[in-house]
């Protein structure tokens, strides 16, 4: 019975995704989220095959064996989702695999140089791992953090040693983070304002921010562009300039954050502020796994993702 209702819930999660999920674009309007998946493979799948052609003459769709990863902390449903959009992309069941980021992960820093072996002064020798190691897989990417624990045996392959676990702890949440900052900066209004009459400026903020959180420097200042219309929807709003509120110490700003004609410079301190919500999370997390006996001999972890070091 417990079966019966288990696999009847997850039925239910599948067409909940796969008919009626629809996403919103900035203006409102709406797409099943099936449609944006299925076109988005299909892009990856042909460009990845034009290129393959003109590498490799001769070859075909049937010559290829798709591997879709995707989060370890995803449903059933989500997962059955994925494999649903590759198949609407033209990609057939038996050439398809479904695997989990952190294992895709972890079979290839298996493979390489990646462990400390002997440490003489200043010179380092390293080595793949060998039979009967212990490694955590900490793969923190842009959405959510997964991590994986596993054993190197002998014939090479890696064992479990701890179910796949994590959260949404990724890069995305240090985004949001610096969003609710300038939102905070120029005030609702201002920001309500920006963000509805300068929806390619918003964009052009979002990308500067990725580039400079991926290159921080200790205690170093962070200058980031954030656009004219940026500053004048402060302008328009608050009938002043957001130079003078923060020089005449009218924000608890103002001692963090300074204008430079279309930028804002940023206090380290500032800056790391952003970073604490996931950091902290990842860390607790961590600490909760390490307790736990499947894991104490462990004793070396591998971080791969997009977050930012």
């Known amino acids: 019975m417990k079966e019966d209702n288990e696999a009847a819930e997850l039925a239910r999660h599948r067409r909940l995704l796969g008919q009626s999920l629809k996403l919103k674009e900035a203006h409102g309007n709406s797409m099943a989220a099936m449609d944006i998946f299925s076109d988005a493979i299909r892009y990856l799948k042909d460009h990845f ?16 064996h798709w591997i879709l990863t995707m989060p370890a902390i995803w449903s059933d449903a989500a997962k059955q989702f994925m494999r649903e959009a590759a198949e609407q992309a033209g990609i057939l069941k038996y050439q398809l695999t479904l695997a989990l980021e952190p294992e895709a992960a972890a079979i290839y820093c298996k493979e390489i140089a990646v462990k400390t072996s002997k440490e003489q002064g200043s010179s380092k020798d390293l080595s793949a791992f060998t039979p009967g190691e212990h490694f955590l897989l900490l793969d923190i990417g842009g959405g959510t953090v997964d991590i994986t624990c596993h054993e190197v045996i002998n014939d090479g392959t890696l ?3 701890h179910p796949p676990t994590g959260g949404p702890w990724g890069g995305t949440v240090v985004d949001e983070a610096y969003f609710c900052f300038l939102q905070d900066l120029v005030g609702q209004e201002a920001w309500k304002d920006f963000t509805k009459n300068n929806p390619a400026d918003k964009l052009e903020i979002e990308r500067m921010f990725e580039m400079k959180k991926r290159n921080l420097k200790k205690n170093d200042d962070t200058i980031i562009r954030v656009g004219i219309n940026f500053l004048q929807s402060y302008n328009n709003v608050c009938k002043c300039t957001l130079a003078k509120t923060l020089s005449e110490k009218k924000t608890i700003y103002s001692t963090t954050v300074e204008v430079k004609k279309e930028k804002l410079k940023i206090q380290n301190s500032q800056m790391m502020e952003f970073f604490e919500g996931p950091m902290n ?10 307790v736990m ?4 001999r462990v004793n070396t972890i591998l971080m791969v993702g997009g977050f930012p070091n």
Request: negative net charge; charged residues 35%; hydrophobic residues 35%.
């Open 49 to 64: 095959l034009t290129t393959l052609n003109n590498s490799v003459k001769g070859t075909s769709e049937d010559d290829v």
């Open 293 to 296: 006996k499947s894991l104490v």
């Open 281 to 290: 999370a990842i860390v607790e997390h961590l600490e909760r796994l390490f």
């Open 159 to 161: 064992k479990e040693k």
